[in-house]
């Protein structure tokens, strides 16, 4: 039943695969966990082959950032959440003073659940033209350059194809790609953010995949920074049933499994979200700003 589990999610990945062999020792793969502005982190490193092919990841850091009082409105939530992301972005990152970010909205605004990635490069400090035209002015900026790819069904043009693209000519220090992803279970939807330094498979979480954007594909590191706002029913089915001390038969299900499962609310919620990780985007790639900064410069 795990192996129909669909996550995009490491953590997740990890707890399927201790479930299904029953055991608590994970060989490849090395779990911290820790405390940060006051929300729950983990970190699942994928270490060699082994951990790779039991939890279905490419090695590299895979960072969670869960924010249950994000959506609880906890006093001063918000910027503690944006300081807390931009953080981790900052580490995983590791850029120097003057190297350059492109970020990419991966998704398709007219679907809500899809539309994660456009909507936070809305809320992006973009600086490239800024500090070519008037170095002087924005000399405490990094150079950060943004765009959103569309999809293959309205461009007629891969997503990997466009970065590709972009990347060879802006040569930047580091891309970051922003995207949907899916979990396997409807408590962690909206409320939790990953962060990978591993790239990314754009459409994989629905099973769609695309062109893998990578250090690889692309020629410099590829950090991709997503939330899942999506679990597919056939995962969501196994899960209540397994709550429920059930066994079921995957292959009953027939083509309703493969339906696609969201909140009611999701509007808001990719809203909330994108906010939130355009605003760490910005903590992380500009030093020395606050969330007060950004409200100012972003309007």
């Excluded at 090395?30 to 405390?35: F, G, H, N, Y």
Aim: a negative charge.
């Amino acid at each position: 039943m795990a192996g129909m589990i669909r996550t995009d999610l490491a953590l997740e990945a990890r707890q399927l695969w201790l479930e299904r062999e029953q055991t608590e020792d994970l060989p490849g793969v090395r779990v911290e966990e820790r405390q940060r502005e006051g929300f729950p982190v983990t970190t699942v490193e994928v270490l060699d082959r082994q951990g790779a092919e039991a939890l279905g990841k490419p090695p590299g850091r895979y960072v969670t950032l869960e924010l249950d009082g994000l959506l609880r409105r906890e006093a001063d939530a918000f910027p503690r959440a944006a300081a807390a992301l931009g953080a981790e972005l900052r580490e995983l990152l590791a850029l120097n003073v003057a190297e350059s970010c492109l970020v990419v909205g991966l998704g398709n605004r007219e679907i809500t659940p899809d539309a994660v990635g456009p909507c936070t490069v809305d809320h992006l400090l973009v600086t490239r033209h800024l500090k070519e035209h008037l170095p002087e002015d924005f000399a405490a900026f990094r150079p950060v350059s943004a765009f959103c790819t569309g999809v293959l069904g309205t461009t007629g043009i891969e997503s990997g194809d466009l970065v590709r693209t972009v990347c060879g000519e802006l040569h930047p220090g580091c891309v970051v790609a922003v995207d949907a992803l899916a979990s396997r279970s409807t408590e962690r939807l909206c409320r939790t953010v990953q962060i990978a330094d591993t790239g990314i498979v754009p459409g994989s979480g629905v099973g769609n995949a695309r062109r893998a954007l990578d250090r690889e594909t692309l020629g410099v590191p590829v950090i991709a920074l997503g939330v899942p706002t999506v679990v597919d029913a056939a995962t969501l089915t196994l899960e209540l049933a397994g709550r429920a001390g059930a066994e079921l038969s995957p292959e009953s299900f027939g083509p309703l499994g493969g339906l696609i499962v969201t909140p009611r609310d999701i509007d808001k919620n990719v809203r909330d979200m994108a906010r939130l990780l355009g605003y760490g985007l910005n903590l992380a790639l500009h030093k020395g700003l606050t969330v007060e900064d950004v409200d100012l410069l972003t309007g």
